[in-house]
């Protein structure tokens, strides 16, 4: 039986996410992402169309190194402004039932405790539909909004993110041990004492003691996604993530970059399978061919690859704009997203070449036909690399997600690839098939218990 793909709409409490200026088409609705109504009518939009999840991305700061300002940014609504992603999920979770969520949080100006309550209690609001994806940080706006000069040293980053995971596994997996909660009204018990202990860490980086304020929920840990791609980042996302997400346009290095992750995961100890690579595109189709094509062209009349450009001088921490459209770029060594910012050493890079592969005003892989042409280019990525999935972008909102619940899914449903139904149970069982909790061999299972002291 032929392996199914795995889908999440990829988007951002924004106006403009990956695909820049399409702001401006007429029939886009994304300016309407501070009403509620527009998130709620996508979350049941993508559960009509048995989408695993809706992954939510998010920054801290702003893009302001392309040209030294923020004119473009704020021209093109270049995630500017934005907003926090925990807050939709509640209301998304009331009118849908099965559609998951992956929220964005960056650990870097967060304390564990509070993260990880938060986490829990949307766990429970949601029965069970919640995942992090884990961030570090890369933009030296944001350290400047908490009153720092510049990020942290980029390795520096995960060893930090590596003991904040290791807290909030205290947290989620050992303060509470399961049936504490006995809800027992004629004893007078709604939890029992014995059942919930104290915690203690004392590391580099945090401190805390104490019990957990919330009560096991239906995951105990949320699904854990992180898209770390540098050495340090891949050892930091194989030793913790359950989802990876990982970019390329070319099906030889998404192929070589599955391999590697998978290895890495063996090494740490880890079931290979217990990680779902996710790899981000952009699909533009329709009824037709002709009509497909059609609709890009005209897509094209509003995006801006400007605007990507200025995405991107902030993605790798270069100003872009102080390069010839036919300069070279030159590679230089920068706190912000390495493997990205690696591709200047690897390959002869000009602004326009990035403008090229920017026509809609982003940069992942773009698909573009007939729903049953999409649907063979995208089994035909999945089946030669390896991948459990993909991250759909939105181009026109919401058009986008619309064209492709009515062209593409059908076509994938009727070759055995794509699922007729929704499983019951939390997002965790949905994706891995293997219950709520996580795996034994996950370091959050690790026994951190002692009995006499009622401390972790």
């Not at 500017?80 to 807050?87: A, I, Q």
């Not at 539909?129 to 350290?143: F, K, M, P």
């Amino acid at each position: 039986m032929a392996k199914e793909i795995l889908l999440n709409a990829f988007d951002m409490n924004s106006v403009g996410h990956i695909n820049h200026g399409l702001w401006t088409h007429p029939r886009d609705q994304s300016s309407q992402f501070d009403s509620l109504g527009y998130w709620t009518n996508l979350a049941q939009t993508l559960e009509k169309g048995l989408f695993d999840g809706l992954f939510i991305a998010d920054i801290v700061g702003v893009y302001d190194v392309y040209q030294g300002n923020l004119d473009v940014t704020l021209k093109e609504s270049v995630q500017l402004p934005s907003h926090d992603p925990t807050t939709l999920v509640s209301a998304m979770a009331a009118v849908t039932t099965h559609l998951g969520f992956g929220i964005t949080v960056n650990l870097s100006y967060e304390h564990p405790y509070t993260l990880a309550r938060r986490f829990a209690s949307l766990d429970h609001l949601s029965q069970g539909r919640v995942g992090w994806n884990i961030v570090t940080g890369y933009l030296d706006s944001a350290e400047r909004l908490f009153g720092r000069d510049a990020l942290a040293e980029h390795d520096l980053r995960y060893e930090q993110a590596d003991e904040f995971l290791s807290l909030c596994y205290k947290y989620w997996q050992h303060s509470w041990e399961d049936h504490a909660v006995l809800k027992d009204k004629t004893a007078r018990v709604f939890a029992d004492p014995n059942k919930v202990h104290a915690i203690q860490h004392h590391g580099r980086f945090f401190h805390s003691e104490g019990v957990f304020q919330v009560a096991p929920s239906p995951q105990r840990t949320p699904v854990l996604f992180q898209a770390g791609a540098s050495p340090a980042g891949t050892q930091f996302a194989t030793t913790h993530a359950e989802c990876i997400f990982i970019g390329g346009d070319q099906i030889d290095k998404i192929k070589n970059n599955v391999m590697r992750i998978r290895q890495a995961a063996q090494q740490q100890g880890r079931d290979e399978q217990e990680i779902k690579i996710f790899v981000g595109i952009t699909v533009v189709t329709d009824e037709t061919e002709l009509q497909a094509h059609e609709k890009l062209n005209e897509y094209k009349h509003y995006a801006s690859p400007e605007a990507g450009l200025a995405h991107y001088s902030s993605s790798v921490g270069i100003d872009l704009s102080q390069y010839g459209e036919h300069d070279t770029i030159q590679y230089q060594k920068t706190n912000s997203i390495v493997s990205i910012n690696e591709k200047f050493k690897e390959q002869a890079i000009t602004p326009h070449h990035l403008k090229q592969q920017h026509e809609l005003g982003g940069r992942y892989p773009l698909f573009v036909g007939s729903g049953a042409h999409v649907a063979e280019q995208l089994i035909h990525l999945f089946d030669a690399t390896g991948i459990d999935g993909f991250n759909l972008t939105r181009t026109v909102s919401p058009e986008s997600h619309e064209d492709f619940i009515r062209w593409v899914i059908p076509e994938l449903q009727q070759r055995g690839r794509y699922k007729t139904q929704y499983q019951d149970g939390t997002l965790r069982h949905k994706l891995f098939q293997q219950g709520n909790h996580l795996p034994a061999d996950h370091p959050a299972m690790k026994p951190t218990f002692a009995q006499k002291t009622n401390e972790y």
